[in-house]
């Protein structure tokens, strides 16, 4: 049985730092991508970040581009999110998601990952 379970969540100011960690037991398919995606109350579930442990290719989406870096330790089963320069509207429960789509144009496709956490929140204040 799969099993995803995100750690780091809290509460920060803006402008603050927060990282984020998924470990996966039960999943042996450690070559498929591994991704974080968030939804705020009221808003679709959005990819923000993807890791292709192949060949090492990351995707994000544009709005944490620059702020968010996603990293994995193929050893520990273990996907990260170091998240800087945190804004109010990065609010929202942070979901790990595995198993992803080989063709990483759907890489931050919510609808395209077989296995997901439970999420953690993140609440930024201004």
């Known amino acids: 049985q799969v099993q995803l379970v995100e750690s780091g969540g809290g509460s920060v100011q803006a402008g603050g730092s927060l990282k984020l960690s998924c470990t996966a037991s039960?999943?042996?398919?450690?070559?498929?991508?591994m991704a974080w995606f968030r939804q705020a109350p009221g808003k679709e579930r959005e990819g923000v970040a993807s890791?292709?442990?192949?060949?090492?290719?990351?995707y994000y989406a544009v709005s944490v581009k620059g702020r968010f870096t996603i990293s994995h330790d193929n050893a520990k089963n273990t996907v990260s999110l170091q998240m800087n320069s945190l804004n109010t509207g990065d609010t929202a429960m942070y979901y790990c998601?595995?198993?992803?789509?080989?063709?990483?144009?759907?890489?931050?496709?919510?609808?395209?990952?077989?296995?997901w956490g439970q999420g953690t929140q993140v609440t930024v204040s201004s």
């Open positions: 890791f292709y442990t192949i060949s090492g290719a990351t």
């Open positions: 039960g999943y042996t398919n450690s070559s498929s991508p």
């Open positions: 998601a595995a198993a992803g789509p080989w063709d990483s144009r759907y890489s931050l496709r919510s609808d395209r990952y077989n296995y």
